[in-house]
């Protein structure tokens, strides 16, 4: 491969040349781009009513590759009905994610049962007949429901409430094995557990730290906003254990003095070890502390739990931060004396900071550093987790999650005149804990791969295993449908969102309601995934209560039930006409005044946790690729990492010094959750000695279940691992 030096510039723009070559022509590109439609990729906030490649804030172009990819993919061909007589089970195992992505658009209900070799393509009348006479033979809480944030507001909404009458809270999203510690931390310090800004006030900030993530690959939208920053003379401080190319250059394609010339990203680079990011926060609240660049009328009119808190610093040597982080005092000192200068500062994170043993206290200590100087509740400053995927908090909005808000319980209760269930629900790791043990026999999954996305692989695949039925609605082919095997499994082609019949809403990670017009199918066969829910359960529930599941079918009729049921959703009601997008109520503070119980924020005091591994040990994350949308591979090559294939361990040269080992050397690499065995080892200069990287999803055989305890969300950074020679 060719090595690259900066993120964007001209690779992306002959990606996007090729990539519309792909799709039938730049013109099908351009229309496809353009349509009224919410980008099918992260939630940083693109189309909707503002057409595709225009961001809320009315920017233009604003796209990227990962909004090319998936659209590509949805592009696709449709898989021919003898391709199920063609591939077996064992050969689609055999297969990457990447080429089972490029499959094709699945246009068929098929279905496999145990001890079969092959898939089978039925009719809908079977598959809906074999799902209703399924769950209508278990027990409700012998059931779970998984979401993606794929799904629009509206099928999660009707799911979740069939779920919940048919007799179970067993309803839980992907954001569990991603952002929930950002949720359960942020609502633990400040009472909400979103954004607490708007797109527009990071345009406005004059520092931002970027935290355990890599925006150049995952979301590039935000390298616009990064590029404004730097040009206006402002900070990116960035904190990661990685040096990433696109986050030292970024070559913005649409802005032609930076794709000629480059620009300059992080104006200070700090690696930690990995895992030691609540030490580090620490050591900066405590040098914050030492200069007496605090607020102390905000901590003491705004805030509980100053006065201990700082105590709690005071007390903490700096010899235990420097040791715990892994970074010197004089760096520590460094973004201290930045950050103290700034104005504005929003503080910005990614599951580098919520895939640890202490997620939510990582996340509780930044909430910490904010509220420290004030830069919370007021304009242009703030908090902003970095959602990855497009409407994976309008999940969590319409009441996917297994405990609902009391209002939220109460007025589905009232509306809807019916009586709920009120056990505690299960989280999505203790629903595949209760499948390994049959106190579950069904699932369904409206998207997402839940066995991709799974820690501890080999867990996942006998844990679905063990499942009567398992039910999938997808739009392409995963390694779930392959290796997430029930005793019988069923796929359901569903639409793409642009190709639903009515346009449905999706959230961005700034609160922002957009509105999606939907479009034409391209094949013949997918149904929308509200027709599909409805139907399901109109033959499970008949008529329960006032619901006609068959009036359900109607995404207007969703929102009607939305805006009754969901505080400050209530213009979703008439959104379908008068097209008005809006910012949800409630959530940007931009005053002092949170949703706790005493109306101030929460301060939070944390001990230091010990970095993970014993001698000849290696702390490992597993990342994503730049080719990459969580579980989906688009490429199997990592263009900004100069790395051509994904079996491969990244290891800094000197750490493959001090091991025997030298590049490309084949070895093992074993956890206490597994082993994986032929590696390739990878020499990468950019990574912190003692730490080594590899490809999610498939290093997930090397993640323990390890969960932190408050979100339930997996450790998937900071896992001792040992390399030895194959």
Same mark, same amino acid.
């Given at each position: 491969m060719r090595k690259i030096t900066t993120g964007g510039g001209w690779p992306a723009v002959l990606y996007t040349l090729r990539k519309a070559r792909e799709m039938g022509g730049f013109w099908k590109m351009w229309q496809a781009m353009r349509s009224r439609n919410a980008c099918k990729t992260c939630a940083l906030g693109m189309g909707g009513q503002k057409g595709g490649m225009v961001n809320e804030a009315g920017s233009f172009p604003e796209v990227c590759k990962k909004s090319l990819q998936a659209m590509a993919s949805d592009l696709q061909a449709g898989i021919r009905s003898d391709f199920w007589q063609k591939y077996s089970i064992g050969q689609l195992k055999s297969l990457s994610p990447r080429e089972l992505e490029y499959c094709g658009r699945l246009v068929e209900p098929v279905i496999h049962e145990a001890g079969k070799s092959h898939y089978r393509p039925i009719s809908w009348e079977d598959a809906f007949a074999r799902i209703a006479e399924r769950l209508k033979s278990v027990q409700p809480d012998e059931t779970f429901w998984y979401f993606s944030g794929r799904s629009s507001n509206e099928a999660g909404f009707l799911l979740q409430l069939f779920a919940r009458i048919y007799g179970t809270n067993n309803i839980n999203n992907c954001s569990f094995y991603c952002h929930q510690a950002s949720g359960v931390g942020l609502t633990s310090v400040l009472g909400t557990g979103t954004a607490t800004i708007t797109l527009e006030d990071v345009e406005h900030a004059d520092c931002i730290f970027l935290i355990g993530g890599n925006p150049a690959s995952n979301h590039p939208r935000l390298m616009s906003t990064l590029k404004h920053i730097r040009r206006r003379g402002g900070e990116v401080i960035v904190i990661n254990p990685v040096i990433e190319t696109g986050l030292v250059n970024f070559s913005v394609p649409s802005d032609p003095w930076s794709l000629l010339f480059g620009t300059k990203i992080a104006s200070l680079y700090v690696q930690p070890q990995i895992g030691g990011d609540l030490a580090l926060l620490t050591g900066i609240a405590k040098k914050i502390l030492e200069l007496g660049q605090y607020d102390p009328a905000f901590l003491t009119t705004a805030c509980d739990g100053w006065s201990e808190w700082k105590q709690h610093l005071e007390s903490i040597h700096w010899s235990e931060i420097c040791e715990k982080s892994g970074v010197g005092i004089d760096e520590i000192h460094a973004i201290a004396r930045r950050y103290a200068k700034s104005k504005n500062t929003v503080f910005a994170w990614t599951m580098g900071i919520t895939h640890h043993a202490h997620g939510v206290e990582n996340v509780e200590a930044i909430a910490n550093l904010a509220l420290? +100087?004030?830069? #919370?509740?007021?304009?242009?400053?703030?908090?902003?987790?970095?959602?990855?995927?497009?409407?994976?908090?309008? &999940?969590?909005?319409?009441? #996917?999650?297994?405990? /609902?808000?009391?209002?939220?319980?109460?007025?589905?209760?009232?509306?809807?005149?019916?009586?709920?269930?009120?056990?505690?629900?299960?989280?999505?790791?203790?629903?595949?804990?209760?499948? /390994?043990?049959?106190?579950?026999?069904?699932?369904?999954?409206?998207?997402?791969?839940?066995?991709?996305?799974?820690?501890?692989?080999?867990?996942?695949?006998?844990?679905?295993?063990?499942?009567?039925?398992?039910?999938?609605?997808?739009?392409?082919?995963?390694?779930?449908?392959?290796?997430?095997?029930?005793?019988?499994?069923?796929?359901?082609?569903?639409?793409?969102?642009?190709?639903?019949?009515?346009?449905?809403?999706?959230?961005?990670?700034?609160?922002?309601?957009?509105?999606?017009?939907?479009?034409?199918?391209?094949?013949?066969?997918?149904?929308?995934?509200?027709?599909?829910?409805?139907?399901?359960?109109?033959?499970?529930?008949? +008529?329960?209560?006032?619901?006609?599941?068959?009036? &359900?079918?109607?995404?207007?009729?969703?929102?009607?039930?939305?805006?009754?049921?969901?505080?400050?959703?209530?213009?979703?009601?008439?959104?379908?006409?008068?097209?008005?997008?809006?910012?949800?109520?409630?959530?940007?503070?931009?005053?002092?005044?949170?949703?706790?119980?005493?109306?101030?924020?929460?301060?939070?005091?944390?001990? /230091?946790?010990?970095l993970m591994g014993a001698p000849g040990e290696f702390r490992l994350m597993t990342i994503r690729s730049e080719g990459q949308f969580n579980t989906v591979v688009y490429e199997d090559y990592d263009l900004y990492r100069n790395i051509d294939r994904r079996d491969v361990i990244l290891m800094h040269p000197e750490d493959l010094q001090l091991a025997g080992l030298f590049d490309d050397q084949r070895v093992v690499v074993k956890s206490a959750a597994g082993e994986m065995v032929g590696i390739r080892t990878r020499a990468f200069k950019n990574i912190r000695p003692g730490n080594v990287m590899m490809y999610y999803p498939e290093a997930n055989i090397l993640v323990p279940r390890s969960l932190d305890p408050r979100s339930k969300t997996p450790a998937f950074k900071a896992i001792p691992v040992t390399i030895k020679a194959l």
């Amino acid at each position: 491969m060719r090595k690259i030096t900066t993120g964007g510039g001209w690779p992306a723009v002959l990606y996007t040349l090729r990539k519309a070559r792909e799709m039938g022509g730049f013109w099908k590109m351009w229309q496809a781009m353009r349509s009224r439609n919410a980008c099918k990729t992260c939630a940083l906030g693109m189309g909707g009513q503002k057409g595709g490649m225009v961001n809320e804030a009315g920017s233009f172009p604003e796209v990227c590759k990962k909004s090319l990819q998936a659209m590509a993919s949805d592009l696709q061909a449709g898989i021919r009905s003898d391709f199920w007589q063609k591939y077996s089970i064992g050969q689609l195992k055999s297969l990457s994610p990447r080429e089972l992505e490029y499959c094709g658009r699945l246009v068929e209900p098929v279905i496999h049962e145990a001890g079969k070799s092959h898939y089978r393509p039925i009719s809908w009348e079977d598959a809906f007949a074999r799902i209703a006479e399924r769950l209508k033979s278990v027990q409700p809480d012998e059931t779970f429901w998984y979401f993606s944030g794929r799904s629009s507001n509206e099928a999660g909404f009707l799911l979740q409430l069939f779920a919940r009458i048919y007799g179970t809270n067993n309803i839980n999203n992907c954001s569990f094995y991603c952002h929930q510690a950002s949720g359960v931390g942020l609502t633990s310090v400040l009472g909400t557990g979103t954004a607490t800004i708007t797109l527009e006030d990071v345009e406005h900030a004059d520092c931002i730290f970027l935290i355990g993530g890599n925006p150049a690959s995952n979301h590039p939208r935000l390298m616009s906003t990064l590029k404004h920053i730097r040009r206006r003379g402002g900070e990116v401080i960035v904190i990661n254990p990685v040096i990433e190319t696109g986050l030292v250059n970024f070559s913005v394609p649409s802005d032609p003095w930076s794709l000629l010339f480059g620009t300059k990203i992080a104006s200070l680079y700090v690696q930690p070890q990995i895992g030691g990011d609540l030490a580090l926060l620490t050591g900066i609240a405590k040098k914050i502390l030492e200069l007496g660049q605090y607020d102390p009328a905000f901590l003491t009119t705004a805030c509980d739990g100053w006065s201990e808190w700082k105590q709690h610093l005071e007390s903490i040597h700096w010899s235990e931060i420097c040791e715990k982080s892994g970074v010197g005092i004089d760096e520590i000192h460094a973004i201290a004396r930045r950050y103290a200068k700034s104005k504005n500062t929003v503080f910005a994170w990614t599951m580098g900071i919520t895939h640890h043993a202490h997620g939510v206290e990582n996340v509780e200590a930044i909430a910490n550093l904010a509220l420290m +100087r004030g830069m #919370v509740g007021r304009p242009h400053a703030g908090l902003m987790p970095i959602r990855g995927h497009s409407n994976i908090q309008g &999940m969590g909005t319409v009441g #996917v999650t297994p405990k /609902l808000k009391d209002v939220i319980f109460e007025r589905l209760q009232s509306t809807f005149q019916i009586s709920l269930p009120q056990t505690p629900g299960r989280d999505t790791m203790a629903c595949m804990d209760g499948s /390994l043990n049959r106190e579950l026999k069904f699932g369904f999954c409206l998207g997402g791969n839940l066995f991709g996305s799974n820690p501890d692989a080999s867990y996942a695949a006998k844990s679905l295993s063990k499942l009567d039925q398992i039910v999938y609605l997808s739009t392409t082919l995963n390694t779930g449908h392959a290796h997430g095997l029930a005793q019988e499994t069923i796929i359901l082609p569903v639409l793409a969102r642009d190709e639903e019949p009515e346009p449905t809403t999706q959230e961005s990670m700034f609160n922002y309601m957009r509105l999606s017009d939907g479009g034409s199918p391209r094949h013949t066969g997918p149904l929308s995934e509200i027709h599909v829910i409805a139907e399901i359960a109109q033959r499970v529930l008949q +008529r329960s209560g006032p619901i006609d599941w068959n009036e &359900m079918k109607s995404a207007q009729k969703i929102r009607e039930s939305l805006a009754k049921v969901v505080p400050g959703l209530e213009s979703l009601a008439t959104i379908g006409e008068t097209k008005q997008e809006f910012q949800i109520p409630g959530r940007t503070f931009h005053t002092p005044t949170f949703p706790t119980p005493s109306g101030r924020a929460q301060i939070k005091c944390h001990e /230091l946790p010990s970095l993970m591994g014993a001698p000849g040990e290696f702390r490992l994350m597993t990342i994503r690729s730049e080719g990459q949308f969580n579980t989906v591979v688009y490429e199997d090559y990592d263009l900004y990492r100069n790395i051509d294939r994904r079996d491969v361990i990244l290891m800094h040269p000197e750490d493959l010094q001090l091991a025997g080992l030298f590049d490309d050397q084949r070895v093992v690499v074993k956890s206490a959750a597994g082993e994986m065995v032929g590696i390739r080892t990878r020499a990468f200069k950019n990574i912190r000695p003692g730490n080594v990287m590899m490809y999610y999803p498939e290093a997930n055989i090397l993640v323990p279940r390890s969960l932190d305890p408050r979100s339930k969300t997996p450790a998937f950074k900071a896992i001792p691992v040992t390399i030895k020679a194959l």
